[in-house]
């Protein structure tokens, strides 16, 4: 979708430069926007469903025959609760959809980092990163699943980050992302409030999905290349702080 992160990252890493395979789950392919994406950053479409293995397996071979190479860079920006889809308070969950959540939300982060490491798609210094939210860390009453998804994501990211540096001096790395406006965020229940008090927690405001692009474009460039297996806050602030200016003047009677 034209909101997406991902679409935002697509755009800017063309603009540095960069050539590189856009995929999507087949079932997202239907609504044929990321034609249009395709189009504009000269990029092939290869479908694949992130918790599947041989989807997978098929789309880093054929990222690397298309590419003519190995990967320098991979973006996870891949988020789904079939709970929150569905309403599902937190102490009403559906356990199978719960495990969904994970799959696809977080262990397909693990199958991505395998697969590749398996068919040694990755260059050296190359650069993964997988997009999370401070859920991980702190209670949201309306993220329930993901919350754990995000924290699981996270940990992934420290452990094959110290894994796959070791063993091939890849970068491995998660962006912790303030709210934004895109299909995925705009489903969590009261998304409104919680993008507001964010914004006004934030001294810098929170950060947008092109904004999260750039950090993206730098967190693939060299110039990152001792970072691993790290958190990276990107929220303009609200992390670090306890109140700010813009909540006292809203708070005060
Ligand atoms: N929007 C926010 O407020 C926010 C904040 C912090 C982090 N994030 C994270 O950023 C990432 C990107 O989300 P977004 O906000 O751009 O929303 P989005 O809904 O545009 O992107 C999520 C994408 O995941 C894809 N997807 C779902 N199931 C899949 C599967 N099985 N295989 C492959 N792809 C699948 C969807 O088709 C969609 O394109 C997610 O990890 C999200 O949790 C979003």
């Given at each position: 979708?034209?909101?997406?992160?991902?679409?935002?990252?697509?755009?800017?890493?063309?603009?540095?430069?960069?050539?590189?395979?856009?995929?999507?789950?087949?079932?997202?392919?239907?609504?044929?926007?990321?034609?249009?994406?395709?189009?504009?950053?000269?990029?092939?479409?290869?479908?694949?469903?992130?918790?599947?293995?041989?989807?997978?397996?098929?789309?880093?071979?054929?990222?690397?025959?298309?590419?003519?190479?190995?990967?320098?860079?991979?973006?996870?920006?891949?988020?789904?609760?079939?709970?929150?889809?569905?309403?599902?308070?937190?102490?009403?969950?559906?356990?199978?959809?719960?495990?969904?959540?994970?799959?696809?939300?977080?262990?397909?982060?693990?199958?991505?980092?395998?697969?590749?490491?398996?068919?040694?798609?990755?260059?050296?210094?190359?650069?993964?990163?997988?997009?999370?939210?401070?859920?991980?860390?702190?209670?949201?009453?309306?993220?329930?699943?993901?919350?754990?998804?995000?924290?699981?994501?996270?940990?992934?990211?420290?452990?094959?980050?110290?894994?796959?540096?070791?063993l091939k001096k890849v970068r491995?790395?998660?962006?912790?992302?303030?709210?934004?406006?895109?299909?995925?965020?705009?489903?969590?229940?009261?998304?409104?409030?919680?993008?507001?008090?964010?914004?006004?927690?934030?001294?810098?405001?929170?950060?947008?999905?092109?904004?999260?692009?750039?950090?993206?474009?730098?967190?693939?460039?060299?110039?990152?290349?001792?970072?691993?297996?790290?958190?990276?806050?990107?929220?303009?602030?609200?992390?670090?702080?306890?109140?700010?200016?813009?909540?006292?003047?809203?708070?005060?009677?």
């Amino acid at each position: 979708m034209k909101n997406s992160i991902a679409w935002k990252t697509a755009l800017k890493i063309k603009e540095e430069g960069g050539q590189f395979t856009l995929t999507n789950a087949p079932i997202a392919m239907r609504l044929g926007t990321i034609n249009q994406l395709a189009k504009a950053c000269n990029a092939e479409v290869i479908p694949a469903d992130a918790t599947s293995e041989a989807d997978l397996t098929n789309l880093f071979t054929k990222s690397m025959e298309v590419l003519g190479g190995k990967l320098d860079f991979v973006l996870h920006s891949i988020g789904m609760s079939p709970n929150i889809r569905k309403g599902k308070a937190y102490g009403d969950m559906n356990y199978e959809w719960y495990l969904k959540t994970l799959d696809i939300s977080a262990l397909s982060f693990h199958k991505v980092l395998q697969t590749s490491e398996k068919l040694d798609a990755m260059n050296e210094w190359g650069s993964v990163v997988a997009l999370s939210y401070i859920a991980a860390q702190r209670a949201y009453p309306d993220y329930t699943d993901m919350a754990q998804a995000k924290a699981m994501l996270e940990s992934i990211a420290r452990s094959y980050g110290q894994r796959y540096g070791s063993l091939k001096k890849v970068r491995v790395n998660t962006i912790s992302q303030s709210p934004t406006k895109t299909t995925a965020g705009t489903g969590i229940a009261g998304f409104d409030v919680f993008f507001d008090f964010a914004q006004m927690m934030s001294p810098l405001g929170n950060a947008s999905a092109e904004d999260c692009a750039n950090y993206i474009a730098v967190m693939f460039s060299d110039y990152t290349r001792m970072v691993t297996m790290q958190n990276l806050m990107h929220d303009g602030g609200f992390s670090s702080s306890g109140i700010t200016y813009d909540l006292v003047e809203r708070l005060s009677k």
